[in-house]
């Protein structure tokens, strides 16, 4: 069988096997079966390790390669990139779900779109209670619009391997440790590439505590190295795109639980919008 798209998981130290295994069960239970599943151990240790190991006996699509040493998620991406088959890459983390129709959905639409580059699509999000919120990208996202944050969500995305080939992939750097996404996606722009994101909830972005925590005030310093460094290279100057610069730094010197709440109440705030938004719509037509 050829390989449509080759799916990616850089994985370091994930010890909680439920996860894992949710993430992987959600690849086995695609709609699309011409897959392949890369799955680098980027230095795992003990019994982390061994987990990932198993997995290649549950199908003959997965395949899981090594790493000694922890190279972080830009060089471990990199690696299943150069061994992938698939016309198209789809990225997935070991701890997220993508919908059984994911794949196909953006298979289909970047075979009958050849003017993007990569899709990505809408998420619920999820913690260990369960979904507690939905996060919607802009559809068609423009250089302005990564002056906040990414307008994609990485581990949702599928991209087209010659894409990567052609570009380098993502940039190893310490720089880059949290931000692979945001500093890719923010190049790929800069050279002329475009991406767009599908109205539909295709996958479950995992946003709880712990994802917050992860997020180390250096790695925010690094950030915004990044965001001076790639503003100017999307063509973005002014006061405006200097504040911007400076906010993952700004976040950085708030407490994890104050961060949580002001990130969930935006959250609930746009689902309200939305919500009115739709009711609108129904009464006008």
């Not at 016309?87 to 639409?109: G, N, V």
């Not at 003017?115 to 990208?137: H, P, Q, T």
């Not at 944050?149 to 750097?173: A, D, N, W």
């Not at 400076?246 to 919008?273: D, F, H, S, T, W």
Request: with cysteine.
């Amino acid at each position: 069988m050829d390989v449509l798209v080759t799916v990616v998981m850089g994985v370091y130290n994930q010890h909680n096997k439920k996860e894992l295994e949710a993430a992987v069960r959600s690849i086995l239970n695609q709609t699309i079966t011409g897959w392949e599943l890369i799955i680098c151990d980027d230095g795992s240790e003990g019994e982390a390790a061994e987990n990932l190991k198993r997995y290649e006996k549950r199908d003959g699509r997965i395949r899981v390669i090594r790493h000694d040493t922890n190279r972080g998620l830009a060089a471990t991406l990199n690696t299943c990139i150069s061994q992938a088959k698939g016309k198209y890459i789809a990225r997935m983390d070991a701890d997220d779900i993508s919908m059984p129709d994911r794949l196909e959905r953006q298979y289909q639409f970047l075979e009958a779109h050849p003017e993007y580059a990569f899709v990505g699509c809408n998420a619920e999000l999820i913690d260990d209670s369960g979904i507690w919120g939905m996060r919607k990208m802009p559809e068609k996202p423009e250089k302005k619009d990564f002056l906040p944050f990414s307008p994609f969500i990485h581990p949702s995305v599928m991209v087209r391997r010659e894409v990567y080939l052609k570009t380098g992939g993502y940039y190893v750097s310490k720089e880059t440790w949290r931000c692979e996404d945001y500093e890719l996606f923010m190049r790929l722009y800069a050279q002329g590439y475009r991406g767009i994101n599908m109205q539909e909830i295709l996958f479950c972005y995992r946003e709880n505590k712990e994802s917050y925590e992860r997020r180390k005030f250096r790695y925010r310093l690094d950030e915004a190295k990044i965001r001076h460094r790639n503003f100017k290279y999307l063509g973005m100057r002014g006061p405006a795109v200097w504040l911007y610069t400076i906010r993952p730094v700004a976040a950085g010197l708030l407490p994890v639980p104050v961060l949580m709440y002001l990130k969930r109440r935006q959250v609930k705030k746009e689902v309200l919008r939305e919500t009115y938004d739709e009711a609108g719509e129904l009464q006008t037509e």
